[in-house]
């Protein structure tokens, strides 16, 4: 799987670790995120992240801050991307058999390294299924395309 990761200077070395991580998992990284001792405003990070994602560049995306909150209110502003925060097991599942996500949000400040990289195997080894949140997330698409002017 191809993925597009960020992280402004707050999360620097929670999305090295996760770089490292998925690419040991034999996964693709476009790397957005801010380099040691660099800063950037988060939201442009997450825009940069997600355009990846939404354009078909990368299958995911991954956002990391310092609570992973101001990347997930970006990211959804981001038409096309459905971006939750998860910072436990039933939250990453969740995001993707019910909501059909594809934009994991988690916090440096919030979770250690290790059960971000526990979310992450949890996040990444799931996929959507037609069944009964299909027409929910279908609903989520009708109101974007109607607020995007889609």
Same mark, same amino acid.
């Given at each position: 799987?191809?993925?597009?990761?960020?992280?402004?200077?707050?999360?620097?070395?929670?999305?090295?670790? =996760?770089?490292?991580?998925?690419?040991?998992?034999?996964? #693709?990284?476009?790397?957005? &995120? /801010? &380099? #040691?001792?660099?800063?950037?405003?988060?939201?442009? =990070?997450?825009?940069?992240?997600?355009?990846?994602?939404?354009?078909?560049?990368?299958?995911?995306? !991954?956002?990391?801050?310092?609570? &992973? !909150?101001?990347?997930?209110?970006?990211? @959804?502003? /981001?038409?096309? !991307?459905?971006?939750?925060?998860?910072?436990?097991?039933?939250?990453?599942?969740?995001?993707?058999?019910? +909501? +059909?996500? @594809? /934009?994991?949000?988690?916090?440096?400040?919030? =979770?250690?390294?290790?059960?971000?990289?526990?979310?992450?195997?949890?996040?990444?080894?799931? #996929?959507?299924?037609?069944?009964?949140?299909?027409?929910?997330?279908?609903? !989520?698409?009708?109101? #974007? +395309?109607?607020?995007?002017?889609?």
């Amino acid at each position: 799987m191809k993925i597009s990761l960020g992280c402004d200077e707050a999360a620097y070395q929670l999305k090295e670790t =996760i770089k490292e991580h998925l690419q040991k998992a034999g996964h #693709e990284v476009m790397d957005h &995120g /801010v &380099g #040691e001792g660099e800063t950037a405003l988060y939201p442009d =990070i997450a825009v940069k992240t997600c355009k990846k994602v939404t354009d078909g560049t990368c299958d995911r995306g !991954i956002l990391v801050c310092g609570t &992973g !909150i101001g990347m997930a209110m970006t990211a @959804n502003k /981001v038409p096309g !991307i459905r971006a939750a925060v998860c910072h436990d097991p039933y939250s990453a599942e969740r995001s993707i058999l019910s +909501n +059909n996500g @594809n /934009v994991m949000c988690m916090g440096a400040r919030v =979770i250690a390294p290790q059960l971000a990289l526990t979310l992450l195997d949890i996040w990444m080894g799931l #996929e959507f299924q037609d069944g009964p949140s299909t027409e929910k997330v279908e609903r !989520i698409v009708y109101y #974007e +395309n109607q607020f995007c002017g889609k």
